[in-house]
Every structure is written in C-alpha cells, then in structure tokens.
C-alpha cells in the first residue's frame, strides 16, 4: 500500500495532514421511533480496506447502504472526497457495491457480465474489451471469459462480482458479507485474494461483517458496532490485546472476564479483589485508578500457562479443576473450574504430533500468567 508512514506501516489515519475520502459527520439514521445509526462520526482514508464489524441489527448495512446512497441520513453529513453526498443519487456516486448474493446475470457469459456496466458508462466502446481483459486478468478468471456463471465454481462467481465492481474503477467498494456463501477453506482462501486485488487497485474497501477472523484478516482497521454506535475503531492488533469495553473484548476472539474492585499499587499497577478467599489478581491498568473501582480484568486464554505444580514465576497464580477440553488440533482449550465456581479458558500448544494430553478431565492444575498479559477495563 502507499501513503506508509515514517515506520513504513500503512497508517494514514496517524497524519494530521491527511484528509479521509469518507467523513462521517454526527450521523443518525431513524426508522419511525427506531433509531438505527446514533450520532456517528467516523473517517475511512484512501486505500483503506475498512471493515465495520458488528452483531446482526447493530447498524452497520443501514450505515453501508447510506454510504452508497439507498438510504439518507436523519441527521448528519456524509462527505465522500471533501463532497457532501446528500443530493448525489446512487448512480452519480463515485462508489459500487458488491453483494453476497453476487446478482450476476445467469444468461451472460463472465466476460459479458463484467462489461454490463461499463456498456452503460461513458466509456468509450473501444475501450471496453480491453477493460474485461484487464479485470480478468486481475481476478485470475481469464480461461473463464466465455463461461456461464453456473460453469463456474462459487469462489470463482464470487470473483466475477468483485471484477465488475472493479470495472468502472470506482474510488469506494461496498462488500455486504461479500463471502458469506463460501465455506469456510475457500472463504480463508479468497480473504487473501480480496487483499490482494484491494493493493493491486489502491480502491478503498468497506467490509461489512459479523465474522470476526475475517475483519481481523482483511482489514487495515476495524470498526466494532453495537445498537447503532461505534465502540472501538483500531488496528487488528490493538484491538485484539487493547479492547477499550467489556463489550470489545469478549466480541474480539476468546477471553476471559474476571469481576472485581481495584485497588491501586502505584505506577498503574493494580490489585483486583475478586473472590473470597482468592488472592488478589495483580494487572496494569491504564491509569491509576481510584480505589473502590468497578473494573472486570480480561486475558486471552493463550496468555494463560497451565501447571500441573504451582509456578513460581508469576504473581498471578490460581487453583482449579480440568472441567472440559476442546482439542482444535494445533490447539487444546483447557477450561479449568475454579473453587468458587468461576471458568478459566487456557490454550495449550499441540507442537508434537503424538504426546498424550497433558492434563484430562478433572486433573488439579494450577493457572498463571504475568501482570501484563491481561488488561483492565472500567466499562
């Protein structure tokens, strides 16, 4: 990608003197009494491949569908290239969308299915042919030109749909669960070949999607959803190990939630009260916090070390029971009880093809981990 900052890291969000190609201004879109999208306000740049990740009925489609003119905000601005979208119709809009139906026309060929836009654009007739070939190229489809969409594989449909979304060049591509009717190798597969041809054109995507592997694969950033707000927008990797809610953390991945009252240390260390009789969990919070405080302390299980004899290297160390195990074959997932009850994920390595499990069902184990493997969160 271009635009890459002093780090070399695509990043134009982090430079003050970019301007986004989408803004987002104090945006709400109500139906009757329900209000879907809530005074919003985001910026996507160029080149980005933005991805709006959220539960079924948060907002994000209503928030897509408004960004390529099906829908019109209650109040608010759209700006798309420093333009205010409100009297631009679907048609004039520098932008295409691509859905997960894929909607091609079963009569034409893939070629004739990729030219059916451009036939009704100004783009000269002399020009389309070659314009196909391109895309063709692009998408890897060129032994397919002359083939019917039902000749063709779903993975391969799916990329004729993308081809003619390309087509016109668009300066924004729309993708509404664009691989939601694959299965699951070949949606991993087309994840890379999405990123791929989103690099190759410089166009700026927006995803919409509730899989979160695959926001977390595509996607330069995230936007997490929730009842028509915006929680967090972030990288893939701070959003991962630097959830900003309860909510963020347990919708990103596995974690686990343990409830207690802070009590500073000094310097952002922090002890959490969280069960009688348990010793306190010592983490590091963001800020000092005022003793008393509400706060849940979230860990990702495979920051979690899993004992059989008690460690002696880390603060944090607790006692439990193997209540359950999920073997995912690279990885095992000890859920480990603990004696007031509370479940405790742990993952473990499968690194060696043949080793007996190391722990079974109802073994005494003992769980650990250091005092920045988890993080603290307030609301």
């Not at 209503?62 to 420093?82: H, K, V, W």
């Not at 009704?120 to 692009?138: C, F, N, Q, T, Y």
């Not at 979304?165 to 070949?186: C, H, Q, W």
């Amino acid at each position: 990608m271009n635009d890459a900052n002093a780090s070399g890291v695509f990043a134009p969000w982090e430079d003050a003197d970019e301007k986004p190609l989408i803004e987002f201004r104090n945006v709400t879109k109500r139906f009757g009494d329900f209000t879907a999208i809530d005074d919003l306000s985001i910026n996507i740049y160029r080149q980005e491949f933005y991805a709006l990740l959220g539960p079924s009925g948060c907002g994000k489609t209503t928030l897509m569908r408004m960004l390529a003119g099906f829908e019109t905000p209650t109040e608010g601005q759209i700006l798309l290239d420093g333009q205010d979208m409100a009297a631009v119709p679907p048609n004039k809009r520098p932008t295409n969308m691509m859905f997960q139906s894929y909607a091609l026309f079963p009569h034409l060929t893939v070629a004739e299915n990729i030219a059916f836009g451009l036939k009704r654009s100004d783009m000269p007739k002399s020009e389309i042919a070659g314009r196909v070939d391109e895309m063709l190229r692009l998408t890897r489809l060129e032994q397919f030109g002359k083939r019917k969409p039902h000749q063709i594989s779903g993975g391969q449909r799916q990329r004729v749909a993308l081809a003619r979304s390309l087509a016109k060049a668009p300066k924004l591509l729309l993708l509404d669960e664009p691989l939601g009717a694959l299965d699951k190798k070949l949606r991993q597969e087309t994840q890379f070949e999405l990123m791929d041809i989103q690099e190759k054109t410089g166009t700026t995507f927006v995803i919409v999607t509730h899989d979160q592997e695959e926001a977390m694969t595509v996607a330069s950033r995230i936007a997490v959803m929730d009842a028509g707000r915006i929680i967090q927008v972030a990288t893939p990797d701070r959003l991962y190990e630097n959830p900003n809610t309860v909510y963020v953390a347990d919708f990103i991945g596995e974690i686990n939630l343990i409830e207690g009252k802070a009590e500073p240390l000094g310097d952002k260390l922090t002890e959490i009260h969280w069960a009688e009789g348990e010793v306190p969990i010592i983490g590091t919070a963001a800020e000092d916090l005022p003793k008393g405080t509400a706060c849940h302390f979230a860990i990702r299980p495979e920051k979690v070390a899993i004992s059989s004899e008690r460690p002696e290297t880390h603060a944090n160390a607790v006692q439990g029971r193997v209540h359950d195990i999920a073997y995912l074959g690279n990885i095992s997932t000890y859920h480990v009880e603990l004696k007031n009850g509370q479940i405790i994920k742990a993952q473990a390595a499968n690194n060696r093809r043949l080793s007996r499990r190391s722990f079974t069902w109802e073994d005494p184990v003992w769980l650990s981990w250091t005092d920045t493997a988890g993080v603290i969160l307030t609301e």
